[in-house]
């Protein structure tokens, strides 16, 4: 697995647009890791973002990756939600939308809960971009490659987000 301040990757499929690679970051202190490398698999935005409650959408979290922007509970609380709706990780934007470099460390609150999908902190303005594209194309999902091996990619090849800097 991952350990604290490591990043994983994941890559945009579709839509075309946004079609990057993407730096988050796994949190601190709950979740589980990538066992499993999910070659094609759904982003879906969470309805309500936040998903500090019942999802409007929670059919279609099912076995998929979920959105959610930060806000209104804690991370973990965010990660048992979605874990609950059956997702298989959760990827949480900062609600900042024009953070487009500081990562912030997703901690255990004081409930002594526990979640076993993973969950990873992405950058707000990368969040942002991704759900501005969704809607702009009437889409209800992305389609994302995760966690992917950026190792093996040469640098000039890495499709890279053109307003953050690696």
Request: glycine residues 8%.
């Amino acid at each position: 697995g991952l350990r604290i301040h490591e990043y994983l990757y994941f890559q945009v499929l579709s839509p075309g647009d946004i079609r990057y690679i993407f730096t988050a970051t796994p949190a601190k202190d709950f979740g589980g890791v990538f066992n499993t490398r999910y070659d094609q698999i759904h982003l879906v935005p969470a309805e309500p973002p936040e998903a500090c409650g019942e999802l409007n959408n929670g059919v279609f979290i099912q076995d998929q990756i979920a959105l959610v922007e930060r806000g209104g509970c804690s991370f973990l609380s965010k990660t048992r939600v979605i874990q609950e709706h059956g997702g298989r990780a959760v990827i949480i934007a900062d609600n900042a939308y024009d953070n487009d470099s500081f990562y912030i460390e997703m901690i255990q609150d004081s409930s002594r809960r526990t979640a076993d999908i993973p969950a990873l902190f992405l950058l707000g303005r990368d969040g942002y971009m991704i759900r501005r594209s969704l809607e702009q194309h009437g889409l209800p999902w992305a389609i994302i490659s995760i966690p992917v091996n950026v190792t093996s990619i040469p640098t000039y090849e890495m499709m890279q987000p053109p307003w953050t800097f690696w």
